[in-house]
């Protein structure tokens, strides 16, 4: 029987990252204990490293981070059948009430009583994957067929925020569509837009990953967006309307893609929010998933009256099943993923070095940063 | 004659019925510079209705062009008669027109779609961006409004009307056809809760089409309490809620309140700011506040309800375009909801759009209307006509003034931009009948 004691990286305060034992609670009915064994990084993971919260979250007791996992089964509980010891799965980490109205309506995603672990946002926190081994409950671990390799297993969490969006986006196949933000959540973004059989323009400040985007078959056309800084809320919206002019301009198969279908939002940035209301065209969306400043100023009424709707999208419900078929199925749409993962890094011990390094834009050897995963 | 093979553009005209005739033209020629003009109007052409326009009202873009010469961002450029809410009587039938007698009373759906675009097939003909709607700038030369004696318009989009239905009523179909259109795009299922912000024409009727599509709770809000009780009392609204005009005075010619320090309640006009002396901060904590006023309206008591229920309307039509007022809608909106923004608004605002991302709620815009005239008049036809259900509340009682002639325009539009006339009698919507 496995030990009862583990190694976890725990968050004391801003860049306060150390290794310490923690006691593995015995198993509930229905839960399952899992070696964690890859960690993808993401944007709030820096956040509460850097900061020791993230936006309005204040991190009120120490923090294991990671919610991007994937791991093998090392026991199971009592009443476990579905899963056995050995079995790979992709951690799904939020659980909700299950009892609410939206959690009865499908919606668990925004359930109020959401314990998603890694956030700080209910108390006592919800403790985060990075760690040795965790006690999480069966029904949100997902096996993994052989095909998918762990690796794989921690890029489910943030394909399934791409997929959230495109299922919430309810857009027909052959659209055309604007990702902002070629970042790994845009650039995943772009990869089911791809599956789903529309094409994409992706669009960033970074010459490099938008070049990487369009190479390795994510999207379909590229724009580099100038790193203006206009102050006034006239010459913002009119930077915003260039940078909307620069994407219908944008050729995809030799035509200018003109106002597009849908736009996946994945910076959070005011200024691209902006020009997303003018690149969209009317009837279309706004697909709304990077976060950044909680308030900001738009030109609403340019999306109101045209009918641009914006959707909002809080990570994901029920997509696990589906990605990890997705990935299973060798789908040729699908670009290859593991492109993405451009930085690994091994041991509880760097952790802290992974998290540094997520930090970049590019690593020492002028490889683009775009996933780094901690692998145990 | 028979029409030349060749010219396929020339209007099949029967020989003798050539002649134009003229009419008289309520026309704009800058703001506030209403003429009485008379024009030339032809004979109507294929596929074409000539239409004797019988009640027009009054909207507040009409309103604001009549103010301004300029509705928002669009700009008159040459004179321009306005409005676009009209029913008329059928005077004379263009070639190639079924279905249609003289003398027909008919409902005017005033925009005109290019039909072809891929948004027109898709049935989203609102969108056309080749859209020609009557009484607007957009499109050059202007389409001229309905304020005329006769107009020629096509027959494809006139509309017969019942015997029962007035012109008046028959006018309001397209303020109506707004609150269609904008339930149409919100689908609340059987049973929502909704908020309506705003009591005007628009917010009256989208309250009531929300309680026609199954909403058992419709809160209707405004600042003034004549418009929230003509709401409830006639049933377009199952709640009203009064706002203290105090949070929404921007320009403050109302009195100044002192802030209090902590926790002050809206309902006590002593202890709030007006909205402008407010940090933003302020003013969305103010929001917030507001927001929770309004749904406990309408909750049902704590013991039929947990705890943890969601807090928040599964769908909330701001109808007033204020940014204040986007800020309660969203934060009255449960997560998963919707807020559905009808009618022109300030168009830049400064939004908590976490709010909306965080919780999911969506916002949804809504441009006047498309495939909702026929289904309008299909409701004023069951308006009464079942013991149970919802009644549509009465379409003709919402018109509070009548302007007889298009001489009498000027003084419409002067009072069609007030809440009350000279006598404190309510103004909701304003007529001119010809």
């Known amino acids: 029987m496995a030990a009862q004691t583990v190694k976890a990286s725990v968050l004391h305060g801003a860049k306060d990252m150390r290794i310490e034992e923690r006691q593995l609670p015995s198993l509930a009915a229905g839960d399952v204990e899992v070696a964690v064994k890859a960690t993808g990084l993401c944007g709030s993971d820096l956040h509460y490293f850097h900061h020791y919260r993230n936006g309005d979250i204040l991190v009120r007791e120490p923090i294991t981070l990671g919610h991007e996992s994937a791991g093998i089964i090392t026991a199971v509980g009592p009443g476990v059948t579905a899963l056995k010891v050995g079995d790979p799965v992709a951690l799904e980490v939020g659980q909700p009430c299950g009892q609410c109205a939206l959690c009865l309506e499908g919606r668990y995603n925004i359930c109020r009583e959401m314990r998603f672990r890694s956030s700080a946002k209910s108390y006592p926190h919800a403790q985060g994957t990075l760690q040795e081994r965790i006690a999480h409950p069966a029904a949100w671990c997902h096996r993994l067929p052989e095909s998918v390799s762990l690796e794989f297993g921690a890029l489910v969490e943030p394909l399934s925020v791409a997929q959230h969006a495109a299922d919430r986006a309810g857009l027909p196949t052959g659209s055309t569509i604007l990702v902002l933000g070629a970042g790994a959540v845009g650039l995943l973004c772009a990869a089911i837009s791809k599956v789903n059989k529309a094409k994409v323009v992706i669009a960033d400040i970074n010459e490099d990953r938008v070049r990487f985007a369009v190479e390795h078959g994510f999207a379909d056309a590229s724009l580099v967006v100038p790193m203006k800084r206009p102050e006034t809320i006239a010459d913002k919206l009119e930077f915003a309307k260039e940078v909307a002019e620069a994407v219908k301009n944008t050729k995809v198969g030799g035509e200018a893609v003109g106002e597009v279908t849908a736009t996946f939002e994945c910076t959070g940035v005011e200024s691209c929010l902006q020009s997303a209301i003018y690149a969209t065209g009317p009837g279309g969306k706004i697909m709304i998933i990077g976060m950044g400043n909680p308030i900001q100023t738009l030109p609403i009424s340019a999306a109101a009256l045209r009918e641009v709707d914006l959707v909002g999208v809080f990570r994901y419900a029920n997509t696990y099943p589906r990605i990890i078929e997705l990935l299973a199925s060798k789908n040729p749409l699908l670009p290859d993923l593991s492109k993405l993962i451009t930085q690994r890094y091994t041991g509880l011990e760097n952790i802290e070095k992974a998290f540094e390094m997520a930090a970049k834009v590019k690593d020492d050897e002028g490889n683009l940063v775009l996933k780094v995963i901690a692998q145990l | 004659m028979a029409p030349s093979a ?94 249609f007698a003289i003398g027909d009373r008919v409902a005017l759906e005033v925009g005109i779609p290019c039909g072809q675009c891929s948004i027109c097939r898709k049935g989203r003909y609102n969108l056309c961006k080749k859209m020609r709607f009557r009484s607007s700038a957009k499109s050059v030369p202007h389409f001229q409004g309905t304020l005329q004696e006769r107009i020629n318009h096509p027959a494809a989009w006139c509309y017969k009307l019942p015997e029962h239905v007035s012109f008046a009523a028959a006018a ?84 100044i309140f002192t802030a209090s320090s902590g926790a002050s309640t809206p309902l006590d006009s002593g202890a709030t700011s007006p909205a402008s002396s407010l940090s933003f901060h302020g003013q969305l904590d103010s929001a917030k506040l507001l927001a929770a006023e309004m749904i406990a309206l309408s909750k049902p008591p704590p013991s039929l309800i947990s ?105 419409a539009f002067e009072l069609a931009s007030r809440t009350s006339d000279n006598d404190g009698n309510l103004v909701l919507k304003v007529v001119i009948e010809t």
Do not use: W
């Not at chain 2, 003009?37 to 004979?43: D, L, V």
């Not at chain 2, 109507?44 to 019988?54: D, F, K, S, T, Y």
């Not at chain 2, 109808?319 to 559905?340: D, F, N, Q, S, W």
């Open chain 2, 307 to 411: 705890e943890d229920e969601d807090e928040g309307v599964d769908v909330t039509f701001e109808c007033t375009g204020k940014e204040v007022c986007m800020h309660t809608a969203l934060y009255a909106t449960r997560p998963g909801g919707k807020v559905i923004m009808v009618g022109m608004g300030t168009p830049i605002q400064t939004l908590p759009l976490s709010v909306a991302h965080l919780r999911e709620i969506d916002i949804l815009g809504i441009f006047r209307y498309s495939n909702t005239y026929a289904t309008a008049i299909r409701m004023l036809c069951s308006q009464n006509s079942a013991p149970g259900g919802f009644n549509l509340p009465s379409l003709d009682d919402m018109v509070t003034h009548r302007f007889k002639g298009l001489a009498s325009a000027k003084g």
């Open chain 2, 172 to 255: 309001l179909l397209e303020p109506l056809s707004v609150a269609l259109h904008a339930v149409n795009r919100a689908l609340p299922a059987p049973g929502s809760s909704a908020l309506v912000l705003g009591a005007g024409t628009v917010g009256l009727l989208t309250a009531a089409m929300a309680r026609q599509s199954g909403c058992s709770v419709v809160t209707i809000t405004d600042v003034d309490a004549g418009r929230v009780n003509y709401a409830v009392s006639k049933g377009f609204a199952t709640h009203g809620y009064v706002v203290p005009r105090s949070l929404h005075t921007s320009s403050s010619s109302s009195s």
């Open chain 2, 6 to 99: 060749t010219s396929e553009d020339a209007p099949m005209q029967l020989p003798g019925f050539s002649k134009p005739s003229t009419i008289s033209a309520s026309v704009l020629h800058g703001p506030r510079d209403l003429r009485l003009e008379t024009r030339t109007i032809t004979e109507p052409g294929p596929g074409e209705l000539q239409i004797a326009v019988n009640t027009t009202g009054i909207c507040g873009s009409d309103v604001s062009y009549y103010k301004k010469f300029a509705n928002g961002d669009l700009c008159a450029c040459m004179p321009l008669s306005l409005g676009h809410e009209s029913s008329g009587t059928v005077v004379s039938i263009g070639p190639m027109v079924s279905g």
